[in-house]
């Protein structure tokens, strides 16, 4: 059984993959999935994305940085030996403010959910991995540079980028191809959480882009083998100039325009 494991796909860009990869399959443009998995806590979120998909799915409510809830996943795939067509790493969060002035707690959570978990369920899922499954990770645009006010975060994401850049060359031989996305902001729920201790990004009004782009540019990226997708303009000239100038040059500009 071909299958695509998507966590957080209760909502924003987890979600729109799920959407597209059912779209994609249906119509024969990728390699037919037989189901969906569809992984996130809030079940009733899941329930009503599945029955607006064409594909059959697999509900798993769960929390992916619970230790047991992970150990009975995993039982999951050796009971079912499923073949993993794509891996899709949505499940994450970010919390904007002062590393001093957040709850510790908050901010490691962080770390459990963006590295921690993607970590495991990668480790989980490659043995069911064959020639052309793909895993795509999501970063983000906060991964190419230290961000002051969302430290955690960013260090967070930079771990993702940095780890799918190694896996993909430890994959190539197995050609099981590895795609961080790293999009800049993007109009989902996760500013909700990620102003809750108050903070925003005065940027993300100027740069905020819509999901169902970011998943269509993502998926042709990884299905184009590409080991990063970063989508708009901006976006991508806020890379290049992070390839190009010192770390410290950039946050002494960024100081200055505050
Ligand atoms: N939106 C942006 O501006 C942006 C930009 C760059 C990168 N990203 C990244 O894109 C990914 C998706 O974010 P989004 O924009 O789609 O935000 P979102 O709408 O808030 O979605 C986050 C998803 O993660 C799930 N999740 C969070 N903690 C979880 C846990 N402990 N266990 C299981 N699932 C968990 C949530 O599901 P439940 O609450 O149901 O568990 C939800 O489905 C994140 O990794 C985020 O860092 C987002």
């Not at 249906?26 to 899941?46: F, N, P, S, T, Y």
């Not at 798993?60 to 794509?86: A, C, K």
């Not at 740069?207 to 782009?213: F, L």
């Amino acid at each position: 059984m071909n299958i695509a494991l998507i966590t957080g796909a209760s909502s924003g860009l987890g979600r729109q993959f799920a959407i597209q990869i059912d779209y994609l399959s249906m119509h024969q443009k990728i390699r037919k999935i037989d189901e969906i998995w569809l992984v996130a806590r809030r079940r009733e979120q899941l329930k009503e994305l599945s029955v607006t998909l064409s594909t059959r799915t697999r509900i798993i409510p769960m929390d992916v940085t619970n230790d047991i809830s992970m150990i009975q996943y995993h039982e999951i795939l050796q009971q079912e030996s499923p073949h993993i067509q794509l891996l899709v790493n949505c499940a994450g969060f970010g919390l904007l403010g002062k590393f001093k002035d957040l709850d510790i707690a908050d901010q490691l959570a962080m770390v459990d959910v963006n590295c921690k978990a993607l970590t495991k369920m990668t480790y989980f899922c490659i043995p069911y991995m064959a020639k052309g499954s793909h895993i795509i990770q999501l970063a983000s645009s906060a991964a190419f540079l230290p961000q002051p006010n969302f430290a955690i975060y960013a260090a967070t994401k930079s771990y993702v980028l940095s780890f799918s850049h190694a896996l993909s060359e430890e994959l190539r031989k197995d050609e099981i191809i590895v795609t961080a996305v790293c999009p800049g902001p993007v109009n989902t729920n996760f500013f909700t959480i990620a102003e809750k201790y108050g903070s925003n990004l005065a940027v993300k009004k100027l740069t905020m882009v819509e999901a169902p782009a970011v998943v269509r540019a993502a998926l042709r990226a990884a299905y184009r083998k590409k080991t990063v997708s970063v989508y708009s303009p901006l976006i991508k000239a806020f890379h290049v100039l992070t390839k190009c100038m010192p770390v410290k040059w950039i946050l002494y500009v960024l100081r200055k325009f505050k």
